[in-house]
């Protein structure tokens, strides 16, 4: 998948979930919030935890922001 299918795709699914059920703002937000753990990169710790990948995070809003 390249970053500009990795925006365009989590827009999609956005929409999708707006269309579908995330009918407040509240709700829109929350579920945003799901599926952007599906597009950014995780990375799990020796200890078991995981972490977000802070760049990556930046870069996919950049992208989302350069979108057409």
């Known amino acids: ?9 989590l827009m999609d699914d956005i929409w999708k979930s707006r ?3 995330a009918d407040t703002e509240q709700k829109l937000v929350a579920q945003i919030l799901k599926l952007f753990l599906n597009y950014v990169t995780l990375y799990e710790t ?8 802070t760049d990556d995070i930046a870069n996919l809003s950049n992208e989302l922001e350069t979108l057409e």
């Open 1 to 9: 998948m390249t970053v500009s299918d990795r925006a365009k795709n």
């Open 19 to 21: 269309n579908s059920g």
């Open 46 to 53: 020796e200890n078991k935890m995981i972490m977000l990948s």
